[in-house]
């Protein structure tokens, strides 16, 4: 199984699997990537993943169905797109727990809501390969997405879902912002000297131009500070920020406290 990143707009990444003959897209927000890859290649698309309605991850999706017609779309039961419905039998809706069946591997369906109400995660064990789990706009590397449609509970029992997975899952996010979430994660845990360390590290990629994903799941528990809530220095930091009225114990309250601090963090 191989694992491509294809940048798409200003920040987003396209991620492609393929065998060598078939691929599968995630988030094709732009049809263009997509198709220069796969005749550079020689690839057949044989599917679509979709982890959200949001235009920058489903954009290319229509273009790239009239390309390839009849290529699957998996896309999530909760959420209205802009894309073809139930009446296109090769448009399948799903959902948590369910799992998915294409280029020879078994993709499983995790309920992620939060940034969308009805955001999905897919996870997939390669034999002999690290996990990869594609996670959309809800766990980002040192940061998570923005909660347009969730609850804080909701985002934090999402990412405490992912968080839970194997430590060497490659986490495949759909947007290049280590950078500037690596420098809030550094605000909030100026000691830290694994995140001082890895802002190191992906500033010297980005210089050459290299994305900085798939991030590392054992690293993002060392680094992120919205799957920290539980340790005491990010709590410090998040009722400090926020003022007493934040209970440190509540590792809601904590992640709440955290995702508006950098809602507004320049
Ligand atoms: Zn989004
Ligand atoms: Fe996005």
Redesign the pocket.
């Known amino acids: 199984m191989n694992l491509v990143a294809l940048p798409a707009f200003a920040d987003n990444y396209i991620w492609l699997v393929h065998d060598g003959r078939k691929a599968v897209v995630v988030d094709p927000g732009d049809e263009l990537p997509v198709l220069q890859a796969l005749e550079q290649a020689s690839l057949t698309l044989c599917g679509i993943l979709v982890?959200?309605h949001?235009p920058?991850?489903t954009g290319g999706v229509m273009a790239l169905r009239e390309r390839f017609a009849g290529v699957p779309l998996w896309t999530p039961a909760n959420e209205r797109l802009p894309v073809p419905g139930a009446a296109d039998a090769a448009v399948h809706p799903v959902r948590g727990g369910d799992s998915i069946r294409t280029l020879g591997l078994e993709i499983e369906v995790i309920d992620t809501p939060g940034?969308?109400a009805g955001?999905l995660a897919y996870f997939i064990q390669p034999v002999g390969q690290a996990p990869v789990l594609f996670c959309?706009?809800t766990l980002f590397s040192a940061g998570c997405?923005?909660l347009?449609e969730g609850s804080p509970a909701q985002m934090h029992a999402s990412l405490s879902r992912l968080a839970a997975l194997p430590d060497a899952t490659r986490i495949c996010c759909?947007h290049e912002y280590t950078l500037s979430n690596l420098r809030f994660a550094a605000a909030v845990e100026p000691a830290s000297s694994d995140v001082a360390g890895h802002l190191r590290h992906c500033s010297g990629l980005r210089e050459q131009g290299q994305p900085t994903l798939p991030a590392e799941l054992a690293r993002e528990r060392r680094i992120n500070p919205f799957l920290r809530c539980d340790q005491p220095a990010v709590q410090r930091a998040a009722v400090a920020h926020a003022g007493p009225g934040t209970d440190p114990n509540d590792p809601v309250a904590v992640f709440a406290a955290l995702r508006a601090w950098k809602n507004e963090f320049r």
């Open positions: 982890t959200h949001h920058d991850h940034h969308t955001h959309g706009d997405g923005r347009f759909a």
